[in-house]
Nanobody, 117 residues
């Protein structure tokens, strides 16, 4: 029904940049509410950034001023530009799509981001 495919993860040194991409597809996919979440081993999945249909965005305090979420609706794609990366940004990043019609969360498979000091 909804498929989310992430790309762009990898390993980088502190201070570097990465850009994550997430392409959505499926018969009921709508790009209205999209987000990126991060999970570390033994931890919960936490919101990093979200963008809604109006274009309004919100960010975790830890990434404000360093990360930017954006979307290309024509391509059903959402991006997360991550600058000035820190070791504490390390984790598996998951793309999320929230369907407001059915109150359902959809998730991508996750992409690993590793930031070394």
């Amino acid at each position: 029904q909804v498929q989310l495919v992430e790309s762009g993860g990898g390993s980088v040194q502190a201070g570097g940049s990465l850009r994550l991409s997430c392409v959505g597809s499926g018969s009921i996919f709508r790009i209205n509410v999209m987000g990126w979440y991060r999970q570390v081993p033994g931890g919960q999945r936490e919101l990093v950034a979200r963008i809604i249909n109006s274009g309004r965005t919100n960010y975790a305090d830890s990434v404000k001023g360093r990360f930017t979420i954006s979307r290309d609706s024509a391509k059903n794609t959402v991006y997360l530009q991550m600058n000035s990366l820190k070791p504490e940004d390390t984790g598996v990043y998951y793309c999320n799509n929230y369907d407001e019609r059915t109150l359902t969360n959809y998730w991508g498979q996750g992409t690993q981001v590793t930031v070394s000091s």
